[in-house]
T-cell receptor
Framework: KQEVTQIPAALSVPEGENLVLNCSFTDSAIYNLQWFRQDPGKGLTSLLLIQSSQREQTSGRLNASLDKSSGRSTLYIAASQPGDSATYLCAPFTGNQFYFGTGTSLTVIP | KAGVTQTPRYLIKTRGQQVTLSCSPISGHRSVSWYQQTPGQGLQFLFEYFSETQRNKGNFPGRFSGRQFSNSRSEMNVSTLELGDSALYLC????????????FGAGTRLSVL
């Protein structure tokens, strides 16, 4: 069974900082990996989807990388803003389902 | 374009009852997946429906079931509710089956007393 770990569990940074969120998974036989954000009491919003053949994917201030062989992905957020405060989850897809990590709770302090 | 709509938003039931949750996907999306989110277990996959057929199923007991209609709307049913079924139930729709970008609804918060 795929086990997904996200470190750190919580992060608090001042506005304007660049930051990196980490995601590791035990089964490297994945088709793709998605990063989501979840705001309190709400559903998830897909941020980026990286195919297993890709190394990086970018959207605005977000950059996600994937090292499938080592079972790792990172989400880089540039010039963080208070509106980035949310829980970030990664989810590798194994062919049958997405497996979700426990998330990193991010607080950006104005 | 309207997003994924889940009804009801909140639900309170007692042990032993059954419950039905509804999910209307984004127009044109044919895949609907259901997830359970709890503080202890996180987000766990329940099942995926595509073209009215269950395509994949997570590791949940048979009390959890679902179906999809010809207009892609989906319902999830939980019978003989247990206290541990209290959770946020999320549905997500996507254009294609399996591994596509998931668009989530706001969820149904179920409390079992």
């Amino acid at each position: 069974k795929q086990e997904v770990t996200q470190i750190p569990a919580a992060l608090s940074v001042p506005e304007g900082e660049n930051l990196v969120l980490n995601c590791s998974f035990t089964d490297s036989a994945i088709y793709n990996l998605q990063w989501f954000r979840q705001d309190p009491g709400k559903g998830l919003t897909s941020l980026l989807l990286i195919q297993s053949s890709q190394r990086e994917q970018t959207s605005g201030r977000l950059n996600a990388s994937l090292d499938k062989s080592s079972g790792r992905s990172t989400l880089y957020i540039a010039a963080s803003q208070p509106g980035d405060s949310a829980t970030y989850l990664c989810a590798p897809f194994t062919g049958n389902q997405f497996y979700f990590g426990t998330g990193t709770s991010l607080t950006v302090i104005p | 374009k309207a997003g994924v709509t889940q009804t009801p938003r909140y639900l309170i039931k007692t042990r032993g009852q059954q419950v039905t949750l509804s999910c209307s996907p984004i127009s044109g999306h044919r895949s609907v997946s259901w997830y359970q989110q709890t503080p202890g277990q996180g987000l766990q996959f329940l099942f995926e429906y595509f073209s009215e057929t269950q395509r994949n199923k997570g590791n949940f007991p048979g009390r959890f079931s679902g179906r999809q209609f010809s207009n892609s709307r989906s319902e999830m049913n939980v019978s003989t509710l247990e206290l541990g079924d209290s959770a946020l139930y999320l549905c997500a729709s996507s254009l294609f089956q399996g591994g596509d970008i998931q668009y989530f609804g706001a969820g149904t918060r179920l409390s079992v007393l």
